[in-house]
């Protein structure tokens, strides 16, 4: 649905997008990932018509963002990070207004309107002017004059940002709801909002592509998911070095590291092989030393800290290509 190849956006001396390049297959959810500053914005706006890109092409459903604009347009609903709303007006009149400007049949603006309404959670407050509404509220009319014309695209820039706990649960419930009818990338960098919402994601960081993939398979390629943490207490039988050399010769381990030594309670952290994870030979081991098995447990790491792991790898090599180091 959605390809961009090789895409790069200079702003004067600052390279905002640095040569990126995904894709995005037609309804998938992805979460468009970053730290402030690493490009995101910029991205949107050029899948979005609002700017040329310095090099590189985009095209949504087949058509070049830059050379077929009015084909991508019909096709995409954007929510930038501030919504393009008019305060004086009230929330139908504006959703209407909106709705004539992207071609919406005239004998269809008045249901469409009272559709997306309804659909938003705002249609309690649709003779409102939005200069009185809550910010929740205008988000939500924020991705109402994103969906009216129907759009097969979701382009929503940090549709959470600046909303209390209560509105971002209700944004990502109805940011959830529209998934199944829409194409969405949303941007942000907040990371739970990645897991709670999307099932893909694309990195980046410094205007550079860091990782796109399944969020679940970003933690097994970061090389964390075969992590295991052991606890045991030998009842006698040996020390915490016999039991770190046991465990070394268990079949897929690759490190073992001690973490906690007490008379009663030993704890270990092992790493696996990549294609395997050790835990069975790891029980099977700890029971024929005759040692009491206390606990086993996988280690899941957060996508938190695969981001970081990602992300700060990639910011070494940054320095290490004499680009200058991270302030
Ligand atoms: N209009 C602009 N003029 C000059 N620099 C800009 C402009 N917009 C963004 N930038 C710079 O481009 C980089 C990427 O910005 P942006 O795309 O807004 O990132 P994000 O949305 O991920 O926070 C930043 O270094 C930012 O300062
Ligand atoms: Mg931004």
Redesign the pocket.
Known sequence: MIQVEGLSKN??R?V??NNISFSVEKGDVVGFL??????????MRILTCFMPPTAGKATVAGFDVFEQPFEVKKRIGYLP?SPPLYPEMSVADYLMFVARLKNVANSEIKRRTEEVMERCAIADVKPKLISKLSRGYRQRVGLAQAIIHNPDVLIL??PTSGLDPKQINETRELIKSLSGEHTIIL?T?ILPEVEAVCEKVII?NK?KLVATDSVENLKHRAGLNAAIQLQLDTAGNGNAEVVRQTLEQVPGVSKVLEKTVSSDRLVFEIEGLSDRNPRADVARAVVNSGWNLLELKSLTFSLEEVFLELTGSSAEATVANGKGAAA
Do not use: F, L, M, Q
């Open positions: 702003y004067a600052t905002a997008v970053g730290p402030n500053g690493a490009g995101k914005t910029t991205t990070e820039d940090e941007s960098h980046i205007g």
